[in-house]
Every structure is written in C-alpha cells, then in structure tokens.
T-cell receptor
Framework: AQSVTQPDIHITVSEGASLELRCNYS??????LFWYVQSPGQGLQLLLK??????LVQGIKGFEAEFKRSQSSFNLRKPSVHWSDAAEYFC????????????FGKGTKLTVNP | DADVTQTPRNRITKTGKRIMLECSQT?????MYWYRQDPGLGLRLIYY???????NKGEISDGYSVSRQAQAKFSLSLESAIPNQTALYFC????????????FGPGTRLLVL
C-alpha cells in the first residue's frame, strides 16, 4: 500500500534562513507527488506537484521540491523563509486505481522565529 | 468566488445528533471526496464519488453517510454524532482528466460535545 512519511513533526527556523522539509514515499510505480500548505485556520493550498519530467519542480511562494527516485524522496525547499510561511505542510502521493485518493503524510508544522 | 465551498465552516453539536456537512463546487469536476483531518494524523478518506450514481466508502466510513445530489454537490452526514468525530472535515474535487490534482474546500471544523 502507498504511504508517505514526513519524519519531522515540527521544525523551527529563523526568518531569512533556508528551509528543507523531508518527505519519503512508498509506491510501486512512478508516483504523482504533491505538497500542500495549510495556514492556521485555513484550508489546503497546493504548493507544487510532480508528475514526470524535470525532477526539480517550482511552486508558488518561492518553494521548490526535488524528486529523487533512488531515495524515494520529494523534499520541499525554500532558500529564505518569511514569517508568513509559518504553517503546516503536507506531502501526498496520488493513489492510482481504486479511489484515486491522495495519501497524505502526517504533516510538518513550521514555526518561523523573527 | 471560491471554486469549492463548504458549509457550515464551524459547527458545534451534541452527542447523538444528526448533522450534515455540505460541499459545492463550480469547477465542473466529476470526482468528489470527503476527508477528515485529525492533529498528528494527516488527512484520511471517508467517502468518494466518481459520479452522481457512483459512491464508495473510503478507509474510515463507519458512522458516516454521503449523498451526491448533483455533480456539483456532495454532502456528508453524521447519523449520530459522537465525540471522536470531532475533527476538521475537507471536501475535495478532481477532474477525471485532470492531472490528478485535487482541489480542496476551506474545511468545516466540527466539535461534538
């Protein structure tokens, strides 16, 4: 069965510092991968997605992610974090066949210190 | 206007009450989903529907039912609410031909006392 692991439950960084959020997936075929962000009291907003092609994908708000098949990873990065990036981040893999649902990781909560 | 809307946004109810959460979308998508979010658990699928006449259980459907009144509307009901159904509920939509991207509503925060 497909699964997504986000090893870090909570990360704290200083404003202006770089950020990397880890995501590992388990999936037999070529995965379709997503990162969503949930700001406090808000719904889920799509940051970026990977389907095929270039393994480095660019998203909104200055985020990027790199797909590494050999490591089964899809880590999210941002070179310089802003206070408004404080939120919870979810990695997800599309489950092909059946429900065609998204399988989510448990999320990483990001705190940004001034 | 938002593409996926959910009503109500917040709801407090008592144990044993029946309540309905509603989802509407203007994206013209045929696939619709209900997820539940609990702290530290991510999102889990409750029910999904590929069409008005195609409704299926997800991984945590016990205690819930759904109705697909039209392509644009998908409602989730709690037949007899219990405290452990306190959670944040999300509706999502996806096009059959879309690039597997799901679009989420703003969520309904439910508290069962």
């Amino acid at each position: 069965a497909q699964s997504v692991t986000q090893p870090d439950i909570h990360i704290t960084v200083s404003e202006g510092a770089s950020l990397e959020l880890r995501c590992n997936y388990s999936y037999g075929a070529t995965p379709y991968l997503f990162w969503y962000v949930q700001s406090p009291g808000q719904g889920l907003q799509l940051l970026l997605k990977y389907f095929s092609g270039d393994t480095l994908v660019q998203g909104i708000k200055g985020f990027e992610a790199e797909f590494k098949r050999s490591q089964s990873s899809f880590n999210l990065r941002k070179p310089s974090v802003h206070w408004s990036d404080a939120a919870e981040y979810f990695c997800a893999v599309f489950s092909q066949g059946g429900s065609e649902k998204l399988v989510f990781g448990k999320g990483t909560k990001l705190t940004v210190n001034p | 206007d938002a593409d996926v809307t959910q009503t109500p946004r917040n709801r407090i109810t008592k144990t044993g009450k029946r309540i309905m959460l509603e989802c509407s979308q203007t994206k013209g998508h045929d696939r619709m989903y209900w997820y539940r979010q609990d702290p530290g658990l991510g999102l889990r699928l409750i029910y999904y529907s590929f069409d008005v006449k195609d409704i299926n259980k997800g991984e945590i459907s016990d205690g819930y039912s759904v109705s697909r009144q039209a392509q644009a509307k998908f409602s989730l009901s709690l037949e007899s609410a219990i405290p452990n159904q306190t959670a944040l509920y999300f509706c999502a939509t996806r096009s059959r031909t879309g690039l597997e991207t799901q679009y989420f509503g703003p969520g309904t925060r439910l508290l069962v006392l």
